[in-house]
């Protein structure tokens, strides 16, 4: 019974790293490298049915595959230019609005109202949040939220505390329905309009396929 919010934990740890690991060459190895694939694509079985995260998920893998073929270097700036692009707001009109909560529910700004409400969701969950990466209302923050809640539901289950796993089950509902479902959709869709490499392009779909199975 455990099993499907730990690997639900594991779904969402891993997204949130497509949103904040700069792809250096380390990590690019780590991408390309066959286990990773295997991984990647074992980590995403469960959800196969759903035809949305089966087209998603081929759509990275074949791209990692062909990866494997191109010089390191070449990937380094391939997709460092394109996580900068997608995921920084250099400036207006390059790229699409930076994937934070208070920028894309109005605010237009980082550190902005909705940011603190997320910080205090953060806290009402009674969570330790590293918080050092990037700001609260982050997209692979919140990700990464849902994974660590996930986790802890898992936990729960596995010592038999049906009231605690319930607990963190409702906060995953809540924190999906009041504020990552609510934003996510709209900059996903701009990231997959505006990717330049077929990367981060799957990165946005499998992202949104797995939340619609959510929401």
Known sequence: MNEIPLLRSKIFYLIS???LQRPDKEFIKQLINDEFIKGLELAFSSERDQS???SALNFMVSYLKKAKEKPLEDLRVELGVDFTKLLRGVKKGYGPPPPYESVWKGEGQVMGMWTEKVLNFYSEAGLG???E????DYIGIELKFLSILSYHEAE???KGNLEEAKKFQDLQKRFLETHLTTWAFNFLDEMEK???TDFYKGVAKL???ILKTLS
């Open 194 to 196: 505006q990717a330049e």
């Open 52 to 54: 949305e995260v089966k």
């Open 156 to 158: 729960a289950l596995q």
């Open 207 to 209: 992202t949104k396929a």
């Open 133 to 136: 990466e990037e700001l609260p």
């Open 17 to 19: 790293r497509f949103f």
């Open 129 to 131: 949040m590293d918080l």
